[in-house]
């Protein structure tokens, strides 16, 4: 069936490099996809959102790519700081503004 | 602004008991959801609302019942409540973009 998903459930860096987090997709027709973050006891917040018609969007030391060819879409944090440690999902639109979201990674940081 | 906000926060019900979450935003926002959240995964959509009056279902909705008399308010009712939905909840709130506004979530553990 159709589905949103992440390769790693898990992802550590050290404080100060790049995290990439990565997320497949499978239904061909999502033309609309968000990152959210989720800290510990809250509930997730938006980070940055992409259309199909891009491949790459920037934020504040944000980034996401998407490549519709293999249904893979990233999102690159630049310069991860402790406040960066959270779980992210990735999320899909699917008709009438619903949100499908994948399973989420949990990014730790390393001081 | 409040933004959305989730009663009550911590819920331990029995088999077999009703309750209603209650989720009001003031935002004026069209479109509010419900999602629960269970250990280790992502969010599913139970129900979502794309305006006053209107409801319809998501992903897992068996056991669940909404209205939308207004456009601030979306709860969420159990209607006999089973084990199964011991989760957290989550409302969400938004216009008609990706970017959700959640609540802090409320923890239901039905015994």
């Known amino acids: 069936g159709e589905s949103v998903g992440l390769h790693l459930p898990t992802l550590s860096v050290q404080e100060g490099d790049n995290s990439i987090i990565n997320c497949a997709y499978s239904?061909?027709?999502?033309?609309?996809f968000i990152w959210y973050k989720q800290e510990s006891g809250k509930g997730p917040q938006f980070i940055i959102d992409i259309r199909s018609n891009m491949d790459k969007r920037q934020g504040q030391r944000v980034t996401v790519l998407l490549n519709k060819t293999v249904k893979h879409l990233s999102l690159q944090i630049a310069a991860t700081q402790p406040g960066d440690s959270a779980v992210y999902f990735c999320a899909e639109i699917r008709g009438a503004q619903k949100l499908v979201f994948g399973q989420g990674t949990r990014l730790t940081i390393n001081p | 602004n409040a933004g959305v906000t989730q009663t009550p926060k911590f819920q331990v019900l029995k088999t077999g008991q009703s309750m209603t979450l209650q989720c009001a935003q003031d935002?004026?926002?069209?479109?509010m959801s419900w999602y629960r959240q269970d250990p280790g995964m992502g969010l599913r959509l139970i129900h979502y609302s794309v305006g006053a009056g209107i409801t319809d279902q998501g992903e897992v909705p068996n056991g669940y019942n909404v209205s939308r008399s207004t456009t601030e308010d979306f709860p969420l009712r159990l209607l006999s409540a089973a084990p199964s939905q011991t989760s957290v909840y989550f409302c969400a709130s938004h216009r008609n973009t990706g970017e959700l506004f959640f609540g802090e979530g409320s923890r239901l553990t039905v015994l």
């Open positions: 239904n061909s027709a999502s033309d609309y």
């Open positions: 935002m004026n926002h069209e479109y």
